[in-house]
């Protein structure tokens, strides 16, 4: 199996913009889809990119994904923020017979 | 709309037994597949089982293999997790989530549950 890697806790003033990164430990980034799911405090986690870089309908263009493979990582950049995008993110991709989610990343938009 | 309804959580003692079930409604509950996924308190998400559309491939993480049972009945449209031998470390809100794609299993959640909490005392 492999390791994804985020950040603990990352914050960022109201209107800023922050990335979150994943880094894939043993075998590469692209060679499965990374998704990334957001969690507000007591609620279920919500999808919010799938196949690296698309959003599902009723997600704000504000959230991208990408992948940069020369480090080997993905990222969720959040632009613009606002008070409601303080919430923990979750990265997860996949291998044959397992699913892998990164350790997430608080944010806080203070 | 797509909706996933866990129940069956609670307390159990150590050692006992607790079989999890999620409702399905607004998708054609067959041609998906499904992931049970858990978080402990206050920490992080953590997958536990994986079945196809058609229960033909199924998997496990190594932390809950031999104990835990993942299957779905699609005449019912409902999810099943059958656990045995719990441990107080099983302690967690267990999510229901559909893969995203029709047919194959991707292990990529799309659609989420709201939870139902197991806690496993000693």
Known sequence: NFV???????????????????????????????????QRPGSAPTTIIYEHNQRPSGVPDRFSGSIDISSNSASLTISGLVTEDEADYYCQSYDYTHLVFGGGTKLTVL | EVQLVESGGGLVKSGGSLRLSCAASG????????????????????????????????????????????????????????????????????????????????????????????????
């Open chain 1, 4 to 38: 994804l890697t985020q950040p603990h806790s990352v914050s960022e003033s109201p209107g800023k913009t922050v990335a979150i990164s994943c880094t894939r430990y043993s075998g590469s980034i692209a060679s499965n889809n990374v998704q990334w799911y957001q």
């Open chain 2, 27 to 122: 998708f054609i509950f067959s041609s998906y597949s499904f992931n049970w996924v858990r978080q402990a308190p206050g920490k992080g998400l953590e997958w536990v089982a994986s079945i196809d559309s058609r229960s033909t491939y199924i998997y496990y993480a190594d932390s809950v293999k031999g104990r835990f049972t993942i299957s779905k009945d699609n005449a019912k449209n409902s999810l099943y997790l059958e656990m045995n031998s719990l441990r107080v470390e099983d302690t967690a809100v267990y999510y229901c989530t559909r893969d995203i794609y029709q047919g194959r299993l991707v292990f990529l959640p799309d659609y989420w549950g709201q939870g139902t909490l197991v806690t496993v005392s000693s």
